[in-house]
Nanobody, 121 residues
Framework: QVQLVESGGGLVQPGGSLGLSCAAS????????TAWFRQAPGKEREFLVS????????AYADSVKGRFTISRDNAKNTVYLQMNNLKPEDTAIYYC??????????????WGQGTQVTVSS
Protein backbone atom coordinates (compact mmCIF):
# COMPACT_ATOMS: atom_id res chain seq x y z
CA GLN A 1 0.00 0.00 0.00
CA VAL A 2 1.09 3.53 -0.77
CA GLN A 3 -0.51 6.63 0.69
CA LEU A 4 0.04 9.97 -0.99
CA VAL A 5 -0.38 13.47 0.41
CA GLU A 6 -0.04 16.54 -1.77
CA SER A 7 0.93 19.98 -0.52
CA GLY A 8 1.97 23.36 -1.87
CA GLY A 9 -1.15 24.48 -3.65
CA GLY A 10 -2.48 28.00 -3.41
CA LEU A 11 -3.20 31.22 -5.24
CA VAL A 12 -0.68 32.60 -7.70
CA GLN A 13 -0.77 35.37 -10.27
CA PRO A 14 -0.54 34.64 -14.00
CA GLY A 15 3.07 34.23 -15.01
CA GLY A 16 4.04 33.17 -11.52
CA SER A 17 5.49 29.92 -10.19
CA LEU A 18 4.41 27.36 -7.68
CA GLY A 19 5.92 24.13 -6.39
CA LEU A 20 3.89 21.11 -5.33
CA SER A 21 5.08 18.19 -3.25
CA CYS A 22 3.69 14.70 -2.88
CA ALA A 23 4.80 12.80 0.20
CA ALA A 24 4.39 9.05 0.09
CA SER A 25 4.23 6.48 2.83
CA UNK A 26 5.03 2.84 2.24
CA UNK A 27 8.26 0.98 1.73
CA UNK A 28 7.51 0.17 -1.90
CA UNK A 29 7.15 3.76 -3.12
CA UNK A 30 10.47 3.66 -4.95
CA UNK A 31 9.22 0.79 -7.12
CA UNK A 32 6.31 2.80 -8.56
CA UNK A 33 6.16 5.39 -11.27
CA THR A 34 4.47 8.57 -10.12
CA ALA A 35 2.46 11.14 -11.97
CA TRP A 36 0.61 14.39 -11.63
CA PHE A 37 -2.91 14.87 -12.94
CA ARG A 38 -5.31 17.77 -12.59
CA GLN A 39 -9.02 18.27 -12.76
CA ALA A 40 -10.77 21.55 -13.41
CA PRO A 41 -14.47 22.05 -12.59
CA GLY A 42 -16.65 20.33 -15.14
CA LYS A 43 -13.70 18.67 -16.90
CA GLU A 44 -12.14 15.23 -17.01
CA ARG A 45 -9.07 14.47 -14.94
CA GLU A 46 -6.11 15.33 -17.16
CA PHE A 47 -2.66 13.75 -17.30
CA LEU A 48 0.18 16.23 -16.88
CA VAL A 49 3.45 14.43 -16.30
CA SER A 50 4.88 11.16 -15.09
CA UNK A 51 8.26 9.95 -13.89
CA UNK A 52 9.53 6.42 -13.93
CA UNK A 53 10.37 4.67 -10.63
CA UNK A 54 14.10 5.33 -10.81
CA UNK A 55 13.57 8.84 -12.12
CA UNK A 56 15.40 8.28 -15.37
CA UNK A 57 12.42 8.72 -17.71
CA UNK A 58 9.65 11.28 -17.83
CA ALA A 59 6.65 12.02 -20.01
CA TYR A 60 4.88 15.36 -20.33
CA ALA A 61 1.57 16.46 -21.74
CA ASP A 62 1.92 19.08 -24.46
CA SER A 63 -0.08 21.55 -22.38
CA VAL A 64 2.64 21.75 -19.73
CA LYS A 65 5.81 20.81 -21.59
CA GLY A 66 8.47 23.46 -21.05
CA ARG A 67 6.61 25.00 -18.10
CA PHE A 68 6.27 22.15 -15.59
CA THR A 69 9.04 19.91 -14.27
CA ILE A 70 8.64 16.70 -12.32
CA SER A 71 11.29 15.24 -10.05
CA ARG A 72 11.46 12.71 -7.28
CA ASP A 73 13.62 11.90 -4.29
CA ASN A 74 13.16 8.24 -3.40
CA ALA A 75 15.23 8.64 -0.24
CA LYS A 76 12.60 11.10 0.97
CA ASN A 77 9.63 9.28 -0.59
CA THR A 78 8.64 12.53 -2.26
CA VAL A 79 7.71 13.68 -5.74
CA TYR A 80 7.80 17.30 -6.78
CA LEU A 81 6.12 19.36 -9.46
CA GLN A 82 7.64 22.73 -10.28
CA MET A 83 5.22 24.89 -12.24
CA ASN A 84 6.42 28.03 -14.01
CA ASN A 85 4.71 30.63 -16.19
CA LEU A 86 1.33 29.67 -14.80
CA LYS A 87 -1.80 30.57 -16.72
CA PRO A 88 -5.41 30.98 -15.59
CA GLU A 89 -6.26 27.75 -17.44
CA ASP A 90 -3.90 25.90 -15.09
CA THR A 91 -6.44 26.43 -12.32
CA ALA A 92 -7.51 23.01 -11.06
CA ILE A 93 -7.16 20.47 -8.31
CA TYR A 94 -3.81 18.75 -8.72
CA TYR A 95 -3.47 15.09 -7.86
CA CYS A 96 -0.44 12.91 -7.29
CA UNK A 97 -0.67 9.26 -8.32
CA UNK A 98 1.52 6.15 -8.13
CA UNK A 99 1.46 3.06 -10.31
CA UNK A 100 2.76 1.98 -13.71
CA UNK A 101 4.69 4.38 -15.92
CA UNK A 102 2.02 5.65 -18.29
CA UNK A 103 0.01 8.63 -19.39
CA UNK A 104 -3.20 6.73 -18.72
CA UNK A 105 -5.19 7.29 -15.56
CA UNK A 106 -6.21 3.66 -15.14
CA UNK A 107 -2.61 2.49 -14.68
CA UNK A 108 -2.26 4.39 -11.42
CA UNK A 109 -3.51 2.52 -8.38
CA UNK A 110 -2.80 5.04 -5.66
CA TRP A 111 -4.02 8.63 -5.47
CA GLY A 112 -3.66 11.56 -3.17
CA GLN A 113 -6.53 13.75 -2.01
CA GLY A 114 -5.52 16.64 -4.24
CA THR A 115 -4.41 20.22 -3.71
CA GLN A 116 -6.05 23.30 -5.19
CA VAL A 117 -4.08 25.56 -7.50
CA THR A 118 -5.68 28.84 -8.53
CA VAL A 119 -4.08 31.16 -11.06
CA SER A 120 -5.68 34.56 -10.96
CA SER A 121 -4.84 38.23 -10.74
Amino acid sequence: QVQLVESGGGLVQPGGSLGLSCAASGRTFSSYATAWFRQAPGKEREFLVSIEASGTSTAYADSVKGRFTISRDNAKNTVYLQMNNLKPEDTAIYYCAAGGFSTKRFTYNYWGQGTQVTVSS
